[in-house]
Antibody
Framework: QLLLQASGPGLVKPSETLSLTCSVSGGSVSSTTSYWAWIRQPPGKGLEWIGSMYYAGTTYSNPSLESRVTMSVDTSRNRISMRLGSVAAADTAVYYC???????????????WGQGTLVTVSS | SYELTQPPSVSVSPGQTAGITCSGDTLRNKYASWYQQKPGQSPILVIYQDSKRPSGTPERFSGSNSGKTATLTISGTQAMDEAEYYCQAWDSSTADVLFGGGTKLAVL
């Protein structure tokens, strides 16, 4: 059973960089049928896709966040990471990692999702 | 704003059929997926590729896509189905993920 577990700092100051890691167990981040995604959800609001990355390097990002986002896949540790720069209060959200299934080639649906980690941006 | 439009809320009586729609021009020629999210929990996939159920999704959940509108149907709705539901699609032309704004299903 594929399990994902996101972890992060909990609290980040405005203008700093948010760094999150997602550990993957029960499967390999080198899977040829998977991208690895980050999705966030501000308190009381809907879901917002941040970006998805294939282990070999192909990356897709939300155009509204692309300039601030860096994603990586660590095959040796079987985990993925995401950095979001120049954060502001609007970046306060629960952040999820998920497998972005690419069984048919391009990424399509998200399954499974990890448990989210709440990140608050505040001084 | 969201490029996929969902009704903010839908109400249904126990045992009845609930339908949640997801509309958008960008749905044409794209697969829709649906997620269920209960308070304090991560979303879970309930429908993918318009109408396929992952193992673990009850048979009362079904999906369809007519081109500009995808629909999640829950037959014989149970109290445990009360949750927020989100539709999602992958837009290959822009390499972008689209989410609907979410629909709160109330089982009254």
């Amino acid at each position: 059973q594929l399990l994902l577990q996101a972890s992060g700092p909990g609290l980040v100051k405005p203008s700093e960089t948010l760094s999150l890691t997602c550990s993957v167990s029960g499967g390999s981040v080198s899977s040829t049928t998977s991208y690895w995604a980050w999705i966030r959800q501000p308190p009381g609001k809907g879901l917002e896709w941040i970006g998805s990355m294939y282990y070999a390097g192909t990356t897709y990002s939300n155009p509204s966040l692309e300039s601030r986002v860096t994603m990586s896949v660590d095959t040796s540790r079987n985990r993925i990471s995401m950095r979001l720069g120049s954060v502001a209060a609007a970046d306060t959200a629960v952040y999820y990692c998920a497998r972005h299934s690419a069984i048919l080639g391009p990424p399509d649906w998200f399954d499974p999702w990890g448990q989210g980690t709440l990140v608050t941006v505040s001084s | 704003s969201y490029e996929l439009t969902q009704p903010p809320s839908v109400s249904v009586s126990p045992g009845q059929t609930a339908g949640i729609t997801c509309s958008g021009d960008t749905l044409r020629n794209k697969y829709a997926s649906w997620y269920q999210q209960k308070p304090g929990q991560s979303p879970i996939l309930v429908i993918y590729q318009d109408s396929k159920r992952p193992s673990g999704t009850p048979e009362r959940f079904s999906g369809s896509n007519s081109g500009k509108t995808a629909t999640l149907t829950i037959s014989g709705t149970q109290a445990m189905d009360e949750a927020e539901y989100y539709c999602q699609a992958w837009d290959s032309s822009t390499a972008d993920v689209l989410f609907g704004g979410g629909t709160k299903l109330a089982v009254l």
